[in-house]
Each structure stands twice: as C-alpha cells, then as structure tokens.
C-alpha cells in the first residue's frame, strides 16, 4: 500500500514528449506477430498508449487487406509511424511524409540504418534528416547509437527524444553500455527511450532503473513463446523499475553492512 505522499509523488510522475502526455512509459511496436490480432491482443496487455508502426510494412492504407485500423483503434493508441528499412535520406523524407498524408501524423520515428547486418544507425544520414523533419514541422524521435555526442546533435537539432539502441536491433542481447545510456540521460533535457536489443522484462526494469523515460519493444513481446503473457511481463517490468529509480537506490558498499544494529546486543 502506498502512502498519501507516494500516491501524490507518482500522480506527478508524467511521462511527455513534446505537449503530448502518456499513461504508459512502454511503448510497444507492430511487427513480427502472426496476426494482427494478437497484435491487438499484446498492446492491450502491455498497457501501452502508443505503438510503432512501420509505414513500407504494415498495412495502413489498403483497404482491400486487413488494416492495422481495424484492431488498434488510433483514436485510443497513439500512432508513431517509423522508417524501419530505410537506408537513406531520401527514403526516410518520402516515408514519414508518406504517413502524414495518409493519417496526418506528425509525431514520427526516424530510422535511419547503416547495413542489413547490423541495423545499426546511419548517424550522418540521420543528423541530416533529423534537420529537414524539424525544420517541417515534425515532432521526431530519433534512432541512434549510444553516442552521447551524437545524442546531443540530435537534441540541439530539435529533436523531440532520444531513442538509443541498447543493442543490435532483435538481437535480444539487453542493455551493452549502461554507461553511455547514463551519460545520454543525464545530458539530455528531452526523454530518453531505450529502442532495440531489449530480451527480456529484466532488461525494462534496468533500463528505467538507469533514469530512461520510456522503452521500446517489438521482438522480445512478438517473437515469445507466449507473447501476451510476456506483454503483461513487460507492464509490470516498466512500472517496477521506474518506482525504483524514483525510490532512489541504496548506496553499494564493498563490504557487508548488518541489517540489524550491532550496538546494544545480548552477549
């Protein structure tokens, strides 16, 4: 049970980007299910409020093919259309103003990849598209490597968060440089979401505990042998640890400490 105080203290806890406030600091993506309802059925789990979406392969416009629209109502979810597959400038501008015609989406995710082996972030091409999506109105998180310097460009450009990778896109591996991801979020005046590599619930809970504002998840909630029960897994990972981070951990010590006091015992 929590006190008055805690209660207050949490209810103050929003998490924003930009003027937009969300319920949920996961945000989960719509690929790599079997269906689109069990898409439905994983995001009603998680309890998040907003979902990716990759515009070259999801279907949001074909009427004559199941629509994402027809099990993730956009009125309810927040849409945050992506450039996933995209290895230049060029494709990534025609993308993201691709959905902003067919559902006049602003708030987008900018994706820019290197190669089909890594996936890992193009960071001039992303730099460069970062500049022209702000300078046209768009509200962008953005990809990116754990490079604090380059984390910085990014926001200094007008970005409107920071999503640095925690490892190789799918790959499962979980959080590689705690140390970068801190360096970023005590930098950073603009939320910080940990995208890609993330295996597991435990890798949520250590990102939030690092002072992340959000994560992001795909393959760990999709490719599960039980993905909506990992969803539900994921919600409770993202909530514990960021009342753990909010708790404020106690300080490590090399030595061991009693957790009884030694003073006054029965000799």
């Given amino acids: 049970m929590f006190n008055l105080l805690e209660v207050v203290n949490l209810k103050k806890d929003i998490f924003k980007i930009e003027k937009k406030i969300f319920k ?48 993730v109502n956009p009125k309810k979810i927040t849409y945050l259309p992506n450039t996933a597959g995209c290895f230049n400038s060029d494709d990534a501008l025609r993308t993201l103003r691709l959905a902003r015609e067919i559902g006049g989406w602003k708030m987008v ?15 001039i091409e992303t730099l460069k598209t970062t500049k022209v999506l702000v300078k046209e109105g768009f509200k962008v998180l953005v990809y990116c490597t754990d490079d604090p310097l380059h984390a910085k460009k990014l926001e200094d450009m007008g970005a409107s968060a920071i999503m640095p990778l925690a490892a190789p896109i799918g790959s499962g591996l979980g959080i590689h440089n705690k140390l970068n ?36 998840i795909n393959s760990a909630i999709a490719l599960a042998k039980k993905p909506i029960l990992m969803a539900r897994a994921f919600k409770n990972a993202v909530i514990s640890g960021r009342q753990s981070y909010l708790s404020g951990r106690m300080k490590k010590n090399n030595f061991a400490s009693a957790s009884s006091p030694l003073d006054g015992i029965i000799s």
């Fill in 24 to 71: 949920s600091r996961l945000i989960v993506g719509t690929g790599k299910y079997k269906s689109l309802k069990q898409t439905a059925e994983a995001i009603k789990a998680s309890g998040a409020d907003m979902v990716t979406v990759a515009v070259r392969r999801v279907n949001i416009s074909n009427k004559k093919k199941p629509l994402l629209m027809d099990y």
């Fill in 109 to 123: 995710k900018l994706e820019i990849l290197g190669d089909k082996k890594t996936l890992y972030p193009e960071m």
């Fill in 181 to 216: 991801i801190s360096l970023i979020i005590k930098q950073s005046k603009i939320p910080v979401i940990i995208d890609a590599g993330i295996g597991t619930a435990s890798d949520a809970t250590i990102a939030m505990e690092l002072g992340c504002d959000a994560v992001l």
